[in-house]
């Protein structure tokens, strides 16, 4: 009940200090995509949970071409870098993409912290190729985090193992603390733009990526 009450607290009063922030984005995604600023994706835990409509910031030039290549990987997405432009690609490595999940906290559907859910296309990835993973993630109760375990401590290099070994770490010892400390450690990474992504990896995660059989 208190997570519950300091996400709800915690995400109207940062909505609302970063509306004038908010609004100066989507003017500029409105003007350079000619599209809504604000997109909406299915997404889950695992196929078996509930799906909900989360809210991102459009950073993808969809008008491009893109390989279905793009969409055969969980972790590693960065064929698609090249439909992004600076800007968009600021927006992802300091997380500002993801404010408009502060909607989704308010509605009850995600948490601050929390394990990250995946698009539905990666939850048929995981479901086909990685049944044993998905097995594990299917014990996860707790509600999808904008920020989480995985995402400030995770290597994706490690691949889809470490992501269910943070994952079920959370779920075994998470706690209000252990959620402030995972966002005292994701709010350095916003200002020095070094948010981990899947399309716009940084030089140490491509130098790894072809160790990684994820």
């Keep these: 009940m208190i997570k519950g009450i300091f ?6 009063i940062i909505l609302t200090l970063l ?10 995604l409105l003007f350079y995509f000619k599209a809504p600023p604000v997109i909406i994706q299915e997404r889950s835990i695992t196929k078996e949970r509930k799906i909900f409509k989360l809210l991102k910031f459009r950073t993808i030039n969809l008008d491009s071409a ?5 969409f055969d990987n969980i972790l590693f997405k960065h064929e698609l870098s090249i439909h ?9 490595t ?13 509605k009850g559907e995600m948490s601050l912290v929390g394990p990250r859910p995946f698009v539905m296309s ?9 049944p044993e993973i998905e097995l594990k993630r299917k014990v996860i109760k707790s509600k ?7 995402q400030v401590y995770g290597d994706r290099r490690l691949g889809l193992n470490n992501l269910i070994e943070l994952d079920l770490q959370y779920e075994q010892q998470k706690s209000f603390w252990l959620d402030i400390k995972i966002i005292m450690k994701t709010i350095p990474l916003i200002f020095q733009a070094k948010h981990d992504d899947s399309i716009v990896l940084r030089p140490l995660i491509m130098k790894g990526l072809k160790k990684s059989k994820y």
């Design 7 to 12: 996400d709800f607290i915690s995400s109207l």
């Design 19 to 28: 509306l004038p922030f908010s609004i100066l984005i989507s003017i500029i």
């Design 66 to 70: 893109i390989s279905p290549k793009a």
């Design 84 to 92: 992004v432009n600076k800007f968009c690609r600021w927006l992802r």
């Design 94 to 106: 300091t997380g500002l993409d993801e404010i408009p999940q502060l909607i989704n906290i308010i």
């Design 122 to 130: 990666d939850l048929e990835i995981l479901h086909n190729k990685f």
């Design 144 to 150: 999808p985090g904008v920020t989480g375990l995985w």
